[in-house]
């Protein structure tokens, strides 16, 4: 079983593919004016099936080690993520503006443009 420290950094992955996900969703909804529509939502839909499934590993990753998402709220500056490992809840706080930065880092990686990670801060 993992230490709740080296399971922050997964966790973390997994907040930024499921808002990525989201993200991908919500843009794709709006590509209706684009002259190259067709081949923009063939390319949302297949980075879409990517993410979910990078997602799918991840939380079977995390369940190993009992860990999930509970819940989240946001409150318009931050949002807090409470995370359930083996009974104990650990609460984590992000600013919207670096859950946005991080989407746009992992948007980037699907791109295949140099992109960050949270290694790369440490």
């Not at 209706?32 to 997602?55: C, H, N, Q, R």
């Not at 990753?61 to 949002?79: E, P």
């Amino acid at each position: 079983m993992r230490h709740i420290f080296e399971l922050k950094s997964i966790v973390h992955n997994l907040i930024i593919l499921e808002l990525t996900l989201k993200t991908l969703e919500y843009d794709k909804a709006r590509l209706t004016g684009l002259k190259m529509a067709p081949v923009m939502e063939e390319w949302y839909e297949v980075k879409s099936k990517e993410v979910f499934s990078d997602i799918v590993k991840v939380k079977k990753d995390l369940s190993k080690d009992g860990c999930k998402i509970a819940s989240s709220s946001n409150d318009g500056m931050f949002t807090e993520y409470a995370i359930l490992v083996r009974g104990e809840t650990h609460h984590y706080r992000y600013s919207n503006i670096a859950l946005r930065n991080w989407c746009m880092e992992e948007m980037k990686r699907l791109l295949g443009m140099p992109y960050r990670t949270p290694e790369d801060m440490r």
